[in-house]
């Protein structure tokens, strides 16, 4: 990130301007870091896993307790990255309309977005139960490296959101066909069926990643060794199974 801001600084006629009054959140200076950070937050995850592994052995109910909540945050920060990279107008730069060249004359709407990720979801009457018989057993992600590669799972983090980043033309030509309409959002097959796909992609994605965390997530030799000597000198009583 600090190399990032240098590289702004040093060449910022290569990045486009920055509306102040359009981000207030400071979010347009760092474009692009989500695989990062879903890559990170899977080493958070399997570490919380492994730690969690150790305490259950040898931990307190407090000590388990609080390591399974660390793990459900992250889980829950992990959430964010990973189903916001299921909707692709969080992946272009027309995600708050289009911008520039427009031979196909999609819509420059500001508010597409926020209508895409809450109003036509709410107003189509998209449910849990809708998507549910569609749900697939998760599937763990390739962990395993080879030499002079990439961390396997940036690699398939970014895999995802290639992939993902192939729906933001469709996407916006359902607007233009009036597929994303208010008036028809509870008629709107083709638009309902694109949320409701998105929706299915971002949690299939979530869930297999925090299944490849937990199996890749080996016991704490460390953790270990301490919980062992606090046993050994009876200075805590492990946790009961």
């Not at 600090?2 to 760092?30: C, L, M, Q, Y």
């Not at 990720?117 to 189509?124: H, W, Y």
């Not at 990439?150 to 959101?161: M, N, S």
């Not at 971002?202 to 965390?213: E, H, P």
């Amino acid at each position: 990130m600090a190399e990032f801001a240098a590289g702004r600084a040093s060449h910022a006629s290569h990045f486009p301007v920055i509306d102040p009054e359009k981000n207030a959140d400071h979010t347009a200076e760092w474009p692009g870091f989500a695989p990062w950070a879903i890559t990170e937050y899977y080493g958070k995850l399997k570490s919380g896993f492994s730690y969690l592994k150790i305490y259950q052995e040898l931990g307190t109910p407090d000590e388990i307790t609080n390591a399974k909540a660390n793990i459900i945050y992250i889980m829950g920060v992990m959430g964010h990255y990973v189903g916001d990279c299921s909707q692709p107008l969080h992946l272009t730069t027309h995600h708050n309309g289009w911008v520039g060249p427009n031979p196909k004359d999609y819509t420059r709407w500001s508010g597409i977005h926020a209508w895409i990720d809450g109003g036509f979801a709410k107003k189509s009457g998209i449910t849990v139960d809708d998507i549910l018989p569609r749900v697939t057993p998760a599937k763990p992600w390739p962990a395993g490296s080879t030499p002079g590669s990439r961390d396997p799972i940036f690699e398939a983090t970014i895999a995802y959101i290639t992939t993902q980043h192939a729906f933001v033309e469709p996407l916006y030509q359902l607007e233009k066909n009036g597929d994303l309409k208010a008036e028809v959002a509870l008629t709107s097959t083709l638009g309902k069926k694109f949320l409701e796909d998105r929706l299915l992609t971002g949690s299939r994605a979530l869930a297999d990643i925090w299944l490849t965390a937990w199996k890749n997530a080996g016991p704490d030799s460390y953790l270990r060794a301490r919980l062992e000597e606090r046993r050994d000198n009876g200075e805590s009583s492990p946790a009961k199974p």
